[in-house]
């Protein structure tokens, strides 16, 4: 059962044509095992944006995670209301940057 974050991001990815992996989970080289809700693909980073919930679960990693090639960002659970907006997304991607092959770049970026 996904979250409403994931889900708005499970939304988001079949709008944007984004690739996304819901949950995600990664083993650092110190075999420290990171779960993130979402890994976002493609911007960010070399390897994907994690997309986390609680900034503790990461916050030892750090070092480790970039070294792994992500980047993360701590997002809060969207109200019960809250709705996928194209808008919004664009902007946070855009600020995030496209990371993956120059040739895939969305048009919308």
Do not use: C, H
């Not at 701590?74 to 120059?102: A, C, H, M, V």
């Amino acid at each position: 059962m996904y979250t409403k974050l994931q889900k708005i991001w499970k939304d988001a990815a079949e709008n944007l044509n984004l690739e996304v992996e819901i949950p995600f989970s990664i083993i650092l080289t110190d075999n420290s095992k990171i779960n993130a809700s979402i890994l976002l693909k493609n911007f960010g980073a070399k390897n994907g944006m994690l997309i986390i919930t609680n900034y503790e679960d990461v916050e030892q990693y750090l070092e480790k995670i970039y070294e792994a090639g992500y980047g993360f960002s701590t997002l809060s659970e969207p109200s019960e209301n809250e709705q996928y907006s194209r808008k919004d997304f664009i902007e946070l991607l855009s600020d995030w940057g496209w990371t993956g092959d120059l040739n895939l770049k969305p048009k919308w970026l």
